[in-house]
């Protein structure tokens, strides 16, 4: 099976597509691929994002979170992760560690990779925010709207959607606030 046939953006793109049955099939084999590549540094792999929330509308883009131990060197991780096919696109700090991306075409993006040590909290951000669209339907829903409408005002500023959605996700986390440290 192709791992991309229903995957893929261009970079600056903003397309919501209904949730594929797919996306958890091409998460598993990527994280078998980023654990055969990175093998005792990595702490935990999880799929994150729209695509893990079953029944949400996403971009076709697959998002990842890698923790890895905190001894890690990330020129290591850097080396080793563009050797396995990914391109490394910068540190971003506490907004999602160091991001990679897995690309079918120039700037057509399939998967996102967030790679972050232990105490990074963006990590436990990523979990508590999925682990809170999948238990919620009626936060799921309010989501949904928002991301629909965003994409119809942002159709190619990728950016200016992601920036748009900040207000939304922070008020879940602080809702959600109590739940942050089990997640990290």
């Known amino acids: ?39 005792e540094r990595v702490a935990r792999i999880e ?7 079953p029944g949400l509308a996403a971009k076709p ?3 990842i979170a890698v923790l890895v131990h905190a001894d890690t060197h990330f020129f290591d991780i850097i080396t080793d992760l563009c050797s396995a096919g990914y391109y490394y696109r910068g540190d971003k700090g506490s ?3 160091l991001l990679f991306v897995h690309e079918s075409a120039a700037k057509v993006r399939t998967h996102h990779l967030h790679v972050v040590r232990p105490g990074d909290p963006a990590f ?21 709207q ?13 950016e200016a959607y992601t920036a748009a959605k900040a207000d939304f996700i922070a008020g879940v986390l602080t809702a959600n606030q109590g739940d942050l440290a089990d997640k990290a």
Not at 11 to 18: C, M, T
């Open 1 to 39: 099976m192709n791992d991309t046939a229903d995957l893929g953006l261009h970079k600056q793109r903003v397309e919501l597509v209904a949730h594929r049955e797919t996306w958890r099939a091409s998460f598993v084999r990527h994280r078998q691929r980023i654990a055969l590549a990175l093998g």
């Open 47 to 53: 799929h994150i994002g729209s695509t893990s929330v």
């Open 61 to 63: 883009v697959i998002d």
């Open 95 to 97: 907004n999602g560690g």
């Open 124 to 144: 436990a951000r990523y979990l508590l925010f999925r682990d809170a669209l999948r238990a919620e339907s009626t936060l799921r829903s309010a989501y949904a």
């Open 146 to 158: 928002l991301k629909h409408r965003l994409a119809e005002q942002f159709p190619n500023q990728r």
